[in-house]
């Protein structure tokens, strides 16, 4: 069996810390079942940067490679290109979008200089399976070095409709960069849709009856791979001691209250000022709620060195506390806003004693705040999502109670619907959802993707990654 060299910005861990996130979780299973590399950014500044030495680390048949940036790569890739240009274009923020031709210089470079390290590690029959927006060029790069291995990319956040994208400069370019990988993976069907439509559009691919994209001699298998979680290791999550006494501190400080529960990292795509607002209507609209409920929104921040996010940051605190100072009375508080993090653990015993989940990201790729609330929940007395119909999960989630994020009449109407639905629709509902969830789980998803990548290679290496894209070179190859 041959190797599995994964490519992501930050790498591992390979143990359970508690507090992993879903890219690192789902895909620890199919790097130690197959054996190879986990590459990428160590998190580490340093003079040297990508030309220093390669930091190894091995656990079982895993060699962990990571590389350090100088601190000007990390600003112009990280900070300049990766989270001022390309998240909030491919989130449909364009208004906060930052166009900076250094920083998508930087961004190339950077991508480059990764793939020249990575490029003596490979042996010739590993599969490489790259992650996110950080490296849409990176096997463009590679395949310049001449590596003709398997090659597949799966991005985790949206990919923006044509008209979006359009926007971004030198997007044709990108996108034609992106075609030099075998199989691009995306959460939802309405992704994998734009990306083909930009590629039909704007560069003249021709679509194939099954969705691949044929342009200048390859095939890309372009595909929605949804990712899942493990449903059923995270049900067992649920009642673990740790999980158990956050369940019990929390159903003591509600005394008797239902329980709305957000959890998010601070992020402008996340929707939260849009979900204070509703739960506000929510209190404002069905005033017998007053005094019954509480939402409980924990909101990690991130990156704090932007200012959008620091700004986004302040909005939630005033509008906590005008929430809270119109509606709180002496022995109830309606909004507790934390922006301390939980391990997962803790996390699965805060869902467990919570009626809703409050779901309703403004765009999101999936979203996997959904899947485990309802892996977590007692099958006997479930409780109910209300899900953003912008967030990839919907196309999977339909029992949820999907609305849009934008109104909060409709929010807030959707809330009442959950805290006041009978108990048997609860449980069909949940069943439904936590049936799929099982059936579609991390480790299924990763064996979907690495199934169609081994399956999908294609036909003809690209042209020379280096090469211009003009939009006249795009009309000659129609």
């Known amino acids: 069996m041959s190797r599995l060299v994964v490519v992501s910005n930050r790498v591992g861990p390979l143990k359970d810390t508690g507090r992993a996130g879903g890219l690192a979780v789902a895909l620890v299973d199919a790097l130690t079942q197959a054996g190879g590399i986990w590459f990428g950014w160590s998190g580490e500044i340093s003079e040297e940067g990508t030309f220093g030495n390669v930091r190894r680390v091995g656990a079982r048949k895993v060699l962990m490679a990571t590389l350090d940036m100088t601190q000007a790569d990390y600003d112009a890739f990280y900070v300049g290109y990766a989270n001022k240009t390309l998240w909030p274009v491919l989130h449909y923020r364009l208004d906060l979008a930052v166009f900076d031709r250094q920083a998508e210089e930087g961004y190339l470079r950077v991508n480059d200089r990764f793939a020249s390290r990575l490029r003596p590690l490979l042996n010739a029959d590993d599969t490489i399976w790259v992650h996110d927006y950080h490296f849409l060029p990176f096997a463009a790069s590679l395949r310049a070095m001449e590596v003709e291995n398997p090659i597949g990319f799966f991005l985790h956040i949206p990919f923006p409709a044509p008209e979006v994208l359009a926007a971004l400069p030198n997007a044709a370019q990108m996108v034609w960069r992106m075609l030099a990988y075998d199989v691009i993976g995306f959460q939802s069907r309405r992704d994998a849709a734009n990306f083909r439509r930009f590629a039909v559009e704007e560069l003249g691919a021709r679509e194939a009856e099954n969705g691949d994209l044929l342009l200048g001699g390859r095939r890309a298998v372009v595909r929605a791979f949804p990712i899942g979680i493990d449903a059923e290791g995270f049900a067992r999550q649920a009642t673990t001691p740790d999980a158990r006494r956050h369940t019990r501190r929390a159903e003591k ?60 940051r302040r909005e939630l605190e005033e509008l906590t506390g005008n929430i809270n100072g119109r509606f709180a009375d002496l022995d109830w508080t309606p909004i507790r806003y934390m922006t301390r993090s939980f391990t997962r653990r803790a996390l699965a015993g805060l869902y467990r004693a919570s009626r809703v989940a409050l779901v309703t990201p403004l765009r999101d790729g999936m979203n996997l705040v959904a899947k485990e609330y309802v892996a977590a929940q007692r099958a006997e007395d479930p409780g109910v999502v209300v899900l953003s119909r912008f967030a990839g999960a919907a196309e999977q989630m339909s029992e949820a109670l999907i609305v849009n994020p934008h109104s909060a009449e409709e929010v807030a109407a959707n809330l009442q619907a959950a ?43 690209p042209r020379p990654a280096g090469a211009a894209i003009t939009h006249e070179a795009v009309r000659k190859e129609r």
């Open 253 to 312: 400080l509600l005394a008797g209250r239902q329980q709305i529960i957000g959890v998010d990292r601070i992020d402008y795509s996340k929707g939260l000022p849009e979900r204070f607002r509703a739960f506000g209507r929510l209190l404002e609209d069905y005033p017998e709620n007053r005094g019954r409920i509480c939402l409980m929104q924990v909101a990690p921040p991130s990156r704090a060195e932007l200012d959008a996010y620091a700004e986004i």
């Open 419 to 461: 805290l006041t639905m009978p108990l048997d629709e609860r449980r069909d509902r949940w069943q439904a959802l936590f049936d799929r969830i099982c059936e579609n789980d991390a480790a299924s998803w990763a064996r979907a993707f690495l199934a169609a990548l081994e399956k999908g290679r294609a036909m003809a290496p």
